[in-house]
């Protein structure tokens, strides 16, 4: 697909900030933090975990054993690491402990695959290097597979533009201990050059490096500058953390051959390119290194919940012109045959009361009637479609008809209730129905529903239009809503997260915005909840959020 094709999703990452996050836990972190500092700044990107099991936990940090070894840097020496996990904060009763060894081959980051832990226990861990321990972080195991727990409860996020503004979502997220993990849909970074999104004069902060991302050098600085967020050191130091990746942790709406906002003739191979964003993030991000190459996996807590992570961008076939044919071309695919029947497999087998779906762009059809023409434009941006005139965004599953037709198919055929799909991607917050047809919905039942979280920061309609929010966009909150019975609410203006609570009873959606994305201490509010009750498979509005 050429760039005339389908309109990008513009956004930019990182660069190194240098506050204190400001929450009790978190605090702690940047004493520790400061320690580091003092004993030689071998911990400079704080600390990670990530992918919990009920007898284990992956741990993660980078060292900077000297002061020219920053990211992407290639330089510094190989450095002993030791690590240790206790249950408690003093780390007077420990329990697992061990060493690795970090280089410049990673760019000096480490993980530690932990096991032997106890199901859905709180621990503790620091890394030491140098004569100095780092931030102590908190994590959390899952629930044994075989427990009845009485409730899971995840954070949920997507769609961190740097230079857009504050990564205050993840603060908020830190500061709630109760959480049992917090799951990262996609679009950790961007990697555009400065400034191209936003425009330059609405950049919030500037990221670095400031050319766009090509090579393994540019990924690693760009991750490192991101974990050197306070927002996200918090956020990361607190709880475990699972992630999957979208199109711009590579380049705008990737696919296995190539991307929108890849130039191979002056941006050499897309291989390359690839291979390289791959290594970055796996060195960077608290993700098993044993899925290297896929973020497709997945993850049980207790008897309650399956986890089914996705990887959209590995496997799937070129994206089609809008409009054309080619959506419904069943040659074409999204996630690859073996991942579809991987998929299915795992739905089909799934003895938990919840079938969990992360998929990083949006399953439900959508159809967008007559929206106004100068809405066109942000809606152009944001979902990729032609400005002309409203299209199927092609790079969601509409764009993969059969795939979808598929695995609904199969959901509907099996009679397989209570699956839940958890999407990022398109810097909105939807609560939807999943039809077997849009077009004849609620004549025909729900096979299935989706919760929708918007952008921590990435623009939306109001900062592509620089208006008040939920103002000029609510004429298309209704005409989306109208040309779609399923949508059950759409917020196009709001940033923030989502935080999932997940009982034998009913699986809830409780949506939160921050109140100004360019305020490094912003607030945050409980927006709508949304729920679907066991066997019915439908959203409906629950009156709060769970307590």
Request: hydrophobic content about 40%.
């Amino acid at each position: 697909m050429t760039a005339h094709d389908q309109i990008s999703r513009r956004s930019a990452v990182t660069a190194v900030a240098a506050t204190a996050a400001l929450l009790p836990f978190a605090g702690a972190t940047a004493a520790h933090a400061q320690q580091a500092t003092e004993q030689g700044q071998f911990f400079q990107h704080g600390v990670a975990s990530g992918d919990p099991l009920p007898d284990g936990v992956l741990l993660w940090t980078r060292v900077t054993p000297t002061p020219s070894a920053t990211p992407g840097s290639g330089r510094g020496p190989a450095t002993e690491v030791t690590w240790e996990v206790a249950g408690d904060k003093g780390f007077t009763t420990v329990v697992a402990h061990g060493k690795v060894t970090a280089s410049a081959d990673h760019d000096h980051t480490v993980k530690a695959d932990v096991r032997g832990l106890r199901p859905a226990t709180t621990y503790y861990y620091r890394f030491a290097a140098g004569g100095g321990y780092s931030p102590v972080g908190r994590t959390r195991t899952a629930p044994a597979h075989d427990t009845a727990a009485g409730n899971v409860r995840f954070g949920v996020v997507s769609c961190a533009n740097w230079e857009s503004g504050y990564f205050s979502a993840y603060r908020h997220l830190a500061a709630r201990t109760e959480l049992d993990a917090v799951l990262h849909l996609g679009d950790y970074l961007y990697e555009y050059k400065s400034g191209e999104f936003p425009d330059f004069k609405y950049v919030v902060r500037p990221h670095t490096p400031a050319h766009e991302l090509l090579t393994l050098a540019d990924y690693r600085i760009r991750h490192g500058a991101h974990k050197a967020d306070p927002d996200a050191l918090a956020m990361h130091a607190t709880h475990p953390v699972i992630a999957i990746w979208d199109d711009h942790e590579f380049a705008d709406n990737a696919w296995k051959g190539g991307a929108v906002n890849h130039t191979p003739g002056t941006e050499g191979s897309w291989s390359a390119r690839v291979a390289a964003a791959k290594q970055a993030y796996f060195e960077w991000m608290p993700v098993r290194p044993s899925i290297a190459g896929t973020t497709y996996r997945r993850l049980r807590f207790g008897t309650l919940a399956d986890l089914h992570l996705l990887d959209l961008r590995s496997f799937r076939d070129e994206q089609a012109k809008p409009g054309s044919g080619a959506v419904d071309d069943p040659s074409r695919t999204i996630t690859g045959r073996a991942q579809l029947d991987w998929l299915k497999a795992g739905l089909e087998r799934s003895d938990t009361a919840w079938r969990l779906v992360g998929t990083s762009v949006m399953i439900s059809q959508v159809a967008f009637g007559s929206v106004p023409a100068h809405l066109l434009g942000p809606l152009a941006e944001i979902l990729g479609i032609p400005k002309e005139g409203l299209a199927v965004n092609t790079d969601q599953w509409d764009g993969y008809t059969d795939d979808r037709r598929e695995l609904l198919g199969h959901l509907s055929d099996r009679g397989i209730d209570n699956t839940v799909f958890l999407t990022g991607d398109i810097h909105m917050a939807w609560a939807n129905d999943v039809p077997l047809e849009a077009a004849t919905y609620p004549a025909t039942r729900p096979v299935a529903t989706e919760f929708v979280v918007t952008s921590v920061t990435s623009d939306n309609v109001d900062d592509f239009l620089h208006v008040a929010p939920h103002t000029v966009s609510l004429v298309g909150v209704a005409a989306i809503r109208a040309a779609n019975r399923h949508v059950k609410w759409l917020d196009m203006d709001s940033h923030g997260y989502g935080v999932l609570d997940v009982t034998a009873a009913r699986t809830q959606m409780d949506y939160f915005a921050v109140s100004d994305k360019t305020d490094p201490a912003a607030t945050s509010k409980h927006l709508r909840s949304y729920r679907t009750l066991t066997g019915s498979r439908q959203v409906e509005r629950a009156d709060g959020p769970v307590v």
